[in-house]
């Protein structure tokens, strides 16, 4: 029941800004934690980006100062703007939420893609 929909990668050039989307379904999109996840090829997969059904934000050391996460919850989305794109930057994107327990199940969005190349 519980779907993730992203949508805003592409290929962009160093130091150019994309704005990543994920609408939410099949949950009270306000009482989960959201989050933003990459995977870049022959690597693990790494947090990102965290907000807390709070709006408390965590970000990777990696990305701070040039990314940006924010909800809208009238309109069940997760945003995660990015700026001054490195190549580096370049991975699979996934929406991912779960509801602030310890056990609680995650969900995952279908991934995705961010280029960065000249």
């Known amino acids: 029941q519980v779907q993730l929909v992203e949508s805003g990668g592409g290929l962009v050039q160093p130091g150019g800004s994309l704005r990543l989307s994920c609408v939410g379904s099949g949950f009270i999109f306000s009482n989960y934690n959201l989050g933003w996840y990459r995977q870049a090829s022959g690597k693990q997969r790494e947090l990102v980006a965290l907000?807390?059904?709070?709006?408390?934000?965590v970000y990777a050391d990696s990305v701070k100062g040039r990314f940006t996460i924010s909800r809208d919850n009238a309109k069940n989305t997760v945003y995660l703007q990015m700026n001054s794109l490195k190549p580096e930057d370049t991975a699979v994107y996934y929406c991912?939420?779960?509801?602030?327990?310890?056990?609680?199940?995650?969900?995952w969005g279908q991934g995705t893609q961010v280029t960065v190349s000249s």
């Open positions: 991912n939420t779960k509801r602030p327990t310890i056990l609680s199940t995650e969900y």
């Open positions: 907000i807390t059904s709070g709006g408390v934000t």
